[in-house]
C-alpha cells in the first residue's frame, strides 16, 4: 500500500571507493580510487592506506605494511581507522569491505587481546568473520549457517535451516533463499542479540546506553556528554530497522536480512544532526559514517514505512533509503532523534 506523506526523506550513502572529490580533466593524477574523508584508514591486503589531498584528490595512498612484521590490516570502520595487529584476520567474505574488525562501540572498549572467532571452525566449511565485537560464520558454496549462534554451516538443501532455530521464543525464523541463511524476525519488543541474527532478546538489551568516547554534544547545546543513553523512539526504530530486515522481501535484489548492531558513538552523532536539522527547519546531509537517512514528519513507524514504501524506493542496488536499510555492506547502525521526539520526529539513521 502506498501512503501519502506530509513528511520528508533524505539520503545519502558512500563507500570506500565512492568518489566525493572532483578532479579536473587535465589533472595528471589518475583518480580511479578516490576516498571521501582526508585522515582516515582503511586495509587493502595487509596494507594501511590513509586518505589524502593530492593535487586536489582526495585519493588513498600506501602508509604502512603490515606484513613487514608479520601483522595484519584491521579496519575499524566506526573510527575509519585500520592498525596493524596480530590476531587472525577477519575475514569478510560475503558482507562487503566496510564491515573489517570493528571492537564495537557498545561499552567502549577497545580489546585487540579476545578475537570472537578463537575456536570458531564453521564446521569447516566456512569462514569467521568478527562484526560488532561478534563472530559471524561465513558459509563456503553448498553450505549454510546453523546453530543457535549460526556458528556452524551444515549442508543446504537438505534440512531447513531454520531447525532447530527457536527465536529464543520471541520470534519466527525466516529462511531467505538469496542468502541461504536462517534469520529471526522478533516479536515486538525483541530484536536479535548478535550479528547472526538467530535468537530474540528484549531490545533494551541491545538498544543500550554507553560511553562517549571521545565526549561529544549529543543534543546540540554546546556542553559535551561523556554518556548517551537512548530515547524510546531511537530504540523502536532500531527494534524496526531490525524487523525490516529480516522480513522484508528482497525480490531477488542484493539485500541482506541480518541485523545490525547498535552504534552508541554513531546515534550520538545522528541526534546532534537530527537536533541541527530541527533547529533549521529542514533536511541535510553532514557528519555520517557510510550512509546516512534523514526524515521528518512523523513517528517511527511511520518513517520507516516511508523509507521502506515511499515513492522513489527503489531495491538496491539503487542510492535509496530502502537500499541503506537493507544494504549487505553495513552491520551497524546509530539513529538518533531530536528530542523532543514528540515535536516533529526528527530523525537520522548513520549506517557503517
Ligand atoms: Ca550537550
Redesign the pocket.
Do not use: K, R
Given at each position: 500500500m502506498r501512503r501519502t506523506y506530509t513528511a520528508a526523506l533524505l539520503m545519502v550513502f558512500t563507500g570506500w571507493t565512492l568518489a566525493l572529490a572532483a578532479c579536473s580533466s587535465d589533472d595528471s593524477h589518475s583518480c580511479s580510487d578516490t576516498c571521501d574523508k582526508a585522515d582516515t584508514y582503511r586495509c587493502s591486503g595487509s596494507m594501511i592506506q590513509k586518505c589524502v589531498m593530492n593535487d586536489g584528490c582526495l585519493t588513498w595512498t600506501d602508509d604502512h605494511d603490515c606484513s613487514s612484521d608479520g601483522r595484519q590490516c584491521v579496519e575499524k570502520p566506526e573510527n575509519m581507522t585500520a592498525s596493524c595487529v596480530s590476531a587472525q584476520p577477519a575475514n569478510n567474505s560475503n558482507n562487503g569491505s566496510n564491515n573489517g574488525s570493528n571492537n564495537g562501540s557498545n561499552n567502549g572498549s577497545n580489546n585487540n587481546s579476545t578475537d570472537p572467532c578463537s575456536g570458531v571452525d564453521c564446521s569447516g566449511h566456512g569462514t569467521c568473520s568478527v562484526q560488532g565485537n561478534q563472530a559471524v560464520c561465513s558459509c563456503e558454496s553448498g553450505y549454510t549457517s546453523a546453530g543457535p549462534e549460526g556458528l556452524e554451516c551444515v549442508p543446504a538443501g537438505g534440512a531447513s535451516s531454520c531447525d532447530g532455530i527457536t527465536c529464543s521464543g520471541h520470534g519466527t525464523c525466516q529462511e531467505w533463499p538469496n542468502e541461504g541463511e536462517a534469520v529471526c524476525i522478533c516479536d515486538s519488543g525483541y530484536t536479535p542479540s548478535g550479528p547472526h541474527g538467530l535468537d530474540c532478546v528484549p531490545t533494551s538489551v541491545v538498544c543500550i546506553s554507553g560511553p562517549l568516547n571521545p565526549p561529544?554534544?549529543?543534543?546540540?547545546?554546546?556542553?559535551?556528554?561523556t554518556e548517551f543513553t537512548p530515547q524510546s523512539e531511537e530504540c523502536e526504530m532500531y527494534e524496526l530497522l531490525n524487523r525490516t530486515r529480516a522480513s522484508h522481501d528482497p525480490e531477488g535484489a542484493p539485500e541482506c536480512h541480518r541485523p545490525l548492531m547498535w552504534n552508541v558513538q554513531w546515534a550520538a552523532h545522528g541526534r546532534?544532526h537530527s537536533v541541527k536539522m530541527k533547529d533549521q527547519g529542514g533536511l541535510f546531509h553532514d557528519d555520517y559514517p557510510y550512509g546516512q537517512n534523514c526524515a521528518y514528519g512523523c513517528g517511527p513507524d511511520c518513517e520507516m514505512d516511508m523509507y521502506m514504501n515511499g515513492s522513489d524506493e527503489p531495491h538496491c542496488p539503487d542510492l535509496s533509503h530502502h537500499c541503506n536499510i537493507m544494504r549487505c555492506s553495513f552491520s551497524e547502525v546509530g539513529i538518533g532523534y531530536a528530542p523532543p521526539p514528540s515535536d516533529r520526529y526528527w530523525n537520522t539513521q548513520n549506517f557503517l
Open positions: 561529544y554534544d549529543a543534543d546540540d547545546d554546546g556542553q559535551t556528554e546532534n
